[in-house]
């Protein structure tokens, strides 16, 4: 493709690896306001002094300029020549597709993911049902969970309390605010908070709106920027229904787990060990690396969640070709009888050949039990 757009959220890298994988080529911030006006005054302009090829950072800062860059590409389709990168998924791909359609490849780059922290080739979910064996990590469950994926962390030795409360202020209640118009910023913060406190439930817009003093439109316009914007996933519902009447609401998940313990207010892996949100903070950790597993293979995640009216419910389950592949999320250190109880009710339901199930949990060892493999959480 003549162009490649990378999106993901703020401090997510993107900036680092474009520059790493292009050296040759320009680098421009359209964060600073002096390139910005270049770009908004004089496109044509701005874009002829890089016609051999830019990397061009926040792209959705200039919105027009997709739009200037589509007729350069269809003049001369050398690929790889305009690298755009921004942050705010809503306005950027907006401009993009409408622009771009055919002449793009859409790429996004979430936080590392736990392969990338240890330095070791990530589980390949195309190529195998599950992951495999153990593997043992550098750092403790709690710790990991609780510091995040965000690379500035890892790379500098940061304290994660200040960084993510830094976090939050500098991006989160800035970027958003803009983009929704946010007037009173103590209820967009609780707003936030109460989002937290609901993380891996199913989201009820009328509910959370009333405790966040806000109409469930709202609500449902600020949680399609905090997805936009990569902080949030609402996870869908898979469709079969093996017979049965299926709840059709999302779930709501943030995707970076050090982000929601900030959010949450737990201040050490200590208090995580022990909250009452812990189990809810693992499972935004399993989603996490689902989603990083396929999005940085450039692949669609087929991720969904399973519910029926009688309260039976799969935490997630991954699409594969035909197979559904059924898994749980269990922070325990243990692994108890209790914890297959839902995937073999799973099995007897979709039938075992057609569905195959999967434990994930917060030990270290890996093991079977009642033919369903266990996988520490080191594994992903």
């Given at each position: 493709?003549?162009?490649?757009?990378?999106?993901?959220?703020?401090?997510?890298?993107?900036?680092?690896?474009?520059?790493?994988?292009?050296?040759?080529?320009?680098?421009?911030?359209?964060?600073?306001?002096?390139?910005?006006?270049?770009?908004?005054?004089?496109?044509?302009?701005?874009?002829?002094?890089?016609?051999?090829?830019?990397?061009?950072?926040?792209?959705?800062?200039?919105?027009?300029?997709?739009?200037?860059?589509?007729?350069?590409?269809?003049?001369?389709?050398?690929?790889?020549?305009?690298?755009?990168?921004?942050?705010?998924?809503?306005?950027?791909?907006?401009?993009?597709?409408?622009?771009?359609?055919?002449?793009?490849?859409?790429?996004?780059?979430?936080?590392?993911?736990?392969?990338?922290?240890?330095?070791?080739?990530?589980?390949?979910?195309?190529?195998?049902?599950?992951?495999?064996?153990?593997?043992?990590?550098?750092?403790?469950?709690?710790?990991?969970?609780?510091?995040?994926?965000?690379?500035?962390?890892?790379?500098?030795?940061?304290n994660p309390v200040e960084w993510l409360a830094d976090y939050r202020t500098a991006y989160v209640e800035r970027d958003v605010r803009q983009i929704v118009n946010v007037q009173d910023l103590d209820t967009f913060t609780r707003f936030l908070g109460l989002c937290a406190g609901r993380n891996g439930r199913i989201l009820n817009a009328v509910s959370l709106g009333n405790d966040a003093g806000?109409?469930?439109?709202?609500?449902?316009?600020?949680?399609?920027?905090?997805?936009?914007?990569?902080?949030?996933?609402?996870?869908?519902?898979?469709?079969?229904?093996?017979?049965?009447?299926?709840?059709?609401?999302?779930?709501?998940?943030?995707?970076?787990?050090?982000?929601?313990?900030?959010?949450?207010?737990?201040?050490?892996?200590?208090?995580?060990?022990?909250?009452?949100?812990?189990?809810?903070?693992?499972?935004?950790?399993?989603?996490?690396?689902?989603?990083?597993?396929?999005?940085?293979?450039?692949?669609?995640?087929?991720?969904?969640?399973?519910?029926?009216?009688?309260?039976?419910?799969?935490d997630f389950i991954v699409e594969q070709g035909t197979r559904l592949l059924a898994i749980e999320a269990k922070s325990g250190e243990t692994a108890p009888p209790a914890f297959f109880d839902t995937l073999t009710w799973w099995r007897e339901l979709a039938a075992p050949d057609e569905a195959p199930a999967l434990l994930l949990y917060g030990g270290e060892e890996s093991f079977a039990f009642?033919?369903?493999?266990?996988?520490?959480?080191?594994?992903?």
């Open positions: 493709m003549p162009v490649v757009t990378l999106t993901g959220p703020r401090q997510s890298g993107k900036t680092t690896l474009v520059r790493a994988a292009f050296p040759d080529l320009a680098y421009v911030s359209l964060e600073d306001p002096d390139v910005r006006a270049r770009a908004l005054e004089d496109p044509r302009g701005f874009l002829r002094a890089h016609a051999d090829g830019v990397i061009i950072d926040e792209v959705q800062r200039a919105p027009d300029l997709p739009s200037y860059i589509q007729g350069m590409v269809d003049e001369d389709p050398r690929p790889g020549r305009f690298i755009l990168t921004g942050s705010q998924n809503l306005l950027l791909l907006d401009r993009v597709s409408q622009s771009l359609a055919g002449r793009t490849r859409i790429l996004h780059l979430y936080p590392f993911s736990l392969s990338e922290l240890e330095g070791r080739e990530p589980w390949d979910p195309e190529a195998s049902s599950e992951p495999q064996g153990d593997r043992s990590v550098t750092r403790s469950l709690y710790a990991t969970l609780h510091a995040g994926f965000y690379p500035r962390i890892h790379d500098q030795g940061l806000v109409d469930h439109t709202t609500v449902r316009r600020w949680l399609s920027v905090l997805e936009a914007s990569f902080l949030i996933k609402l996870l869908r519902p898979h469709h079969r229904n093996f017979g049965k009447r299926l709840i059709k609401s999302p779930k709501l998940f943030f995707l970076d787990c050090g982000l929601l313990c900030s959010l949450l207010g737990i201040t050490s892996p200590d208090d995580l060990r022990v909250h009452a949100s812990r189990g809810a903070v693992f499972e935004s950790f399993v989603l996490g690396e689902l989603l990083k597993a396929y999005a940085h293979r450039g692949r669609r995640p087929p991720l969904f969640f399973w519910r029926d009216s009688a309260g039976h419910e799969i009642r033919d369903i493999p266990a996988r520490s959480w080191a594994a992903l």
